[in-house]
């Protein structure tokens, strides 16, 4: 009896083992089951790629859409505008007298001219003259002029009045030297708004490109209001990444609508913040709207008022200077123009500017600042340190710029 109670417990036992484990095995097929189902699942809706759990060879996700963008602007086919102002665009020519020497600069034996190429835009006519804006810099000191329009036909020029300080001059042609088919043949061009312009609008330049003649270069606006010094001036100019080279000064920088809205400059473009710099992929210009009044202002014969000058030549006394011979530091006047403001204010060679309108010199851009501030007939307080002895003295004078 013992025996059989022990059997059917042994035999209870092993039906309760079996059953567990049935028990087990279900559950462990359904989590699997469930686990593929949910794996199946987000492999449907892109969350998980099946084959980055297998030996499948990796591959490149590529879209099946048409993904375009659907806002900007992009200048690529440019022909209607520059053909449409083309017309307006002239090559300029100059020729410069320059003395040379076979034993150095002192000793001079011949003279010839130098030519040297520019660009130029037609932006005005009146009775008797055709009016070319362009760089002060492409004319200055120019013998002669002479200036091809776009059926390559070429015409004498003179200088109706130029504004160093902003690099702008105005050149005419006398009406009655363009013939008919020339006239016909040539657009004024009209000017636009650089104030409007933002960072990235496409942009065309124009230009007679080191002297080979009209060439078109495309790209964007890549700065506003860039400041850049050349030559102790300060400029505030378009900085843009379309190609400027020499010749291309005083081209026309125009809009997507074909409107002037700068002045290309291949000064600030070739000679860069150095005179040995090499740039690429940057241009600048001068902003139209900055300079509409002067324009107007030099095609109409009249004083460029804002080029006012205290009439001195000079250098910025360095830090070496003022511990090695005392020297303050300020602008040191080497040379005061005849007829110039600072000679009518009595200011002499060894004068050091220290002040100018109460504001510290201690660059040249501190006097510039001011002067640029101004026009011609404005007066300016000077703090002048002058040599007495083996001292320096001080004194205050009131300077008119001329």
Wanted: no cysteine; net charge negative.
């Amino acid at each position: 009896m013992e025996e059989k109670k022990k059997e059917k417990i042994k035999e209870a036992s092993i039906k309760e083992e079996n059953k567990s484990k049935s028990i087990y095995i279900i559950i462990s097929l359904f989590i699997i089951i469930i686990f593929v189902a949910f794996i199946i699942a987000l492999k449907n809706t892109g969350l998980i790629n099946l084959g980055s759990i297998s030996n499948k060879k990796a591959e490149l996700n590529y879209t099946t859409t048409n993904n375009k963008i659907k806002e900007g602007i992009y200048i690529t086919d440019v022909s209607e505008v520059v053909e449409e102002v083309m017309p307006s665009i002239v090559s300029i020519t100059s020729k410069t007298l320059v003395k040379q020497g076979l034993f150095g600069p002192s000793y001079y034996n011949q003279e010839e001219y130098q030519e040297g190429a520019g660009s130029g835009i037609i932006i005005s006519k009146n009775d008797n003259e055709l009016l070319i804006l362009t760089n002060n810099h492409v004319i200055e000191g120019a013998e002669e002029l002479s200036v091809q329009f776009v059926n390559e036909k070429s015409v004498d020029a003179k200088v109706k009045g130029t504004s160093p300080r902003k690099d702008v001059a105005v050149i005419a042609i006398n009406i009655n030297d363009i013939d008919k088919d020339t006239l016909n043949s040539i657009k004024i061009a009209t000017m636009g708004d650089s104030n409007k312009l933002k960072v990235g609008n496409g942009i065309i330049a124009i230009g007679n490109a080191l002297g080979y003649g009209q060439s078109v270069t495309t790209g964007v606006v890549s700065a506003l209001q860039r400041e850049v010094e050349i030559e102790e001036t300060k400029s505030k100019m378009i900085q843009i990444d379309a190609a400027i080279n020499g010749g291309n000064s005083g081209g026309a920088l125009l809009n997507s609508s074909g409107e002037v809205v700068g002045i290309n400059s291949a000064k600030y473009s070739s000679g860069g913040l150095s005179s040995s710099a090499s740039i690429e992929g940057m241009g600048f210009a001068i902003p139209i709207t900055d300079v509409k009044d002067l324009i107007t202002s030099l095609m109409n014969g009249e004083e460029d008022k804002s080029d006012g000058s205290i009439g001195v030549e000079g250098y910025m006394v360095t830090s070496s200077q003022n511990k090695a011979y005392g020297m303050p530091i300020g602008f040191y006047i080497q040379k005061t123009v005849s007829g110039g403001g600072a000679e009518k204010a009595g200011l002499e060679k060894g004068d050091i500017i220290t002040e100018i309108d109460g504001n510290k010199v201690e660059a040249m851009s501190d006097i510039q600042n001011v002067i640029y501030s101004k026009k011609k007939g404005d007066k300016v307080k000077l703090k002048i340190s002058f040599p007495n002895g083996r001292e320096y003295k001080e004194k205050e004078v009131e300077v008119t710029l001329s």
